[in-house]
């Protein structure tokens, strides 16, 4: 135990951190200022930061919202996050995947839930989509919250050596720009046509709608044959719920030049990726800020807060902002500590004014 | 994480009246506020209640919306689902596909 001048807090990787007021507020004064450099948004006010600072230095455990002011939570990984391994943080408890919906339904209260497979990611559905169609006939039966099918586009499966298309970071290396930039642009074509397929079947088996979770991780061609994807689920399926999550703050700009609807996409920030995710037809984005496991919890959840507010403030949308392990401030460990997280919930609902988590 | 968000900030799903305010944030593009408002009006309750166990635990039996621990007699799954269409003026995509195979 340090000084009583000292707040017991986290570091990006998740471990103990102790740090007087005057480090504390620095770095929120930091992360601020870094987010609003970047995504060219407003930095967080003085009474923010008092806020921001009121909630990280709690000496409290658990923080909370202030009653009446509670959010809806959507999720990722559906079931895999009790039967899945530790690549999804899971805990390896062999049940079914109907037991795993029931369970967050009536005990750990989630709001909605989503049927997953096992790779998490559209294009390993299709061999088994009829299977996948009967689980969520079942399911659905049996639950009362909205249930989603949710996967990651995931475009890095379309590149050789697990796809069809060259890969663009090898194609680059030897200077093949322009070939790099059309085996992206045919994969995001691939990547479109499997999201229409896998999207439109399971809502016919009734789902209630689609997560198209961490958009992007494959950087500016991802997020284009995704947005494609939302726009054929959409027209075929108008009723569908449809959340589309990012993967980060920044879309990585690996073509570069590649646009949807007349915009090129490469480096967007939250408050424009929500842009193009209503014109192609979403309902709820989740906006991402990436954690910094070098900078304390103070520096990353003031960072990640002002991305999201910049969001928010512009947004048409309700924002479920991701904050899983390593975003929305929460550090990057596959445990992540009760207080942090408690922490970044509160200030993401208070502060940057999100609908959902 | 899912303990931890819902103690810090979640609505309780059928513990209270969580799933109810997402199906509007989804269905209908609401914001929280907004969502909160109208359900809280189709249940007669104030938007502060909704994430009351206490409060909404009686609402939703009384309502036939599901609850969330097991209470035989009271309507689950489909069934609740089929009372949330009506309450909240939505169509949900599986009980439409329920009447379509049941020929109702």
Redesign the interface.
């Given at each position: 135990m340090k000084s009583m001048s000292e707040y017991c807090t986290r570091n990006g990787d998740g471990s103990t951190l102790y740090q007087n007021k005057e480090q504390m507020m620095q770095d929120i004064r930091d992360g601020t200022a870094d987010a609003a450099d970047m995504a060219g948004v407003r930095e967080l006010n003085a009474n923010e930061i008092d806020h921001l600072f009121e909630i990280i230095s709690s000496k409290r455990r658990v923080v909370g919202v202030e009653r009446g002011r509670e959010v809806v939570l959507s999720y990722d990984v559906g079931q895999l996050d009790m039967a899945g391994d530790n690549g999804n943080s899971g805990g390896g408890i062999a049940s079914s995947r109907l037991n795993g919906a029931l369970v967050h339904e009536r005990t750990l209260c989630a709001d909605t839930f989503e049927l997953a497979h096992t790779d998490y990611s559209i294009k390993p559905v299709k061999p088994v989509i009829a299977n996948e169609m009967n689980d969520m006939e079942n399911i659905q039966n049996n639950l009362t919250i909205p249930y989603f099918y949710g996967a990651m586009p995931n475009m890095g499966l379309y590149y050789a050596p697990d796809g069809p298309y060259g890969n663009p970071a090898d194609l680059m290396r030897e200077f093949k720009i322009e070939e790099a930039q059309q085996e992206a642009e045919k994969s995001a074509v691939h990547l479109a046509r499997d999201i229409e397929y896998v999207s439109t079947r399971v809502y016919k088996a009734g789902a209630d709608g689609f997560n198209f979770d961490t958009t992007a991780s494959a950087g500016d061609a991802d997020f284009v044959g995704t947005l494609h994807g939302v726009e054929k689920l959409r027209a075929q399926c108008p009723n569908a719920y449809i959340l589309l999550g990012m993967a980060g703050e920044n879309v990585m700009g690996i073509h570069g030049e590649i646009e949807y609807d007349g915009q090129v996409v490469a480096g967007l920030f939250p408050q424009e990726q929500v842009v193009l995710a209503e014109k192609a037809g979403a309902d709820v984005f989740g906006p991402v800020a990436n954690t910094n496991t070098g900078k304390s919890l103070a520096w990353n959840l003031a960072r990640a807060v002002t991305f999201v507010r910049g969001c928010a403030d512009v947004s048409n949308l309700p924002l479920h902002v991701n904050m899983g392990m390593g975003v929305g401030g929460i550090p990057m460990a596959e445990t992540p500590p009760l207080d942090a997280v408690t922490r970044c919930s509160t200030a993401m609902v208070e502060i940057a004014k999100v609908d959902g988590i | 994480?899912?303990?931890?968000?819902?103690?810090?900030?979640?609505?309780?799903?059928?513990?209270a009246a969580?799933?109810l305010?997402?199906?509007m944030?989804?269905?209908q593009?609401?914001?929280?506020d907004e969502?909160k408002d109208y359900v809280a009006k189709k249940l007669g309750v104030t938007?502060?209640d909704?994430?009351d166990e206490c409060k909404l635990r009686e609402v939703r039996e009384e309502q036939g919306?599901?609850v969330?621990?097991g209470v035989p007699g009271t309507p689950?799954?489909?069934a609740?689902?089929m009372n949330?269409e009506d309450l909240l003026g939505i169509?949900?995509?599986?009980c439409e596909?329920?009447r379509n195979y049941a020929k109702r």
């Open positions: - | 994480m899912s303990i931890a968000h819902f103690v810090a900030s979640g609505m309780g799903g059928i513990r969580g799933d305010v997402a199906r944030e989804f269905d593009r609401m914001k929280i969502a938007a502060f909704l994430s919306l599901g969330i621990t689950r799954g489909i609740a689902k949330i169509k949900i995509n599986c596909n329920f």
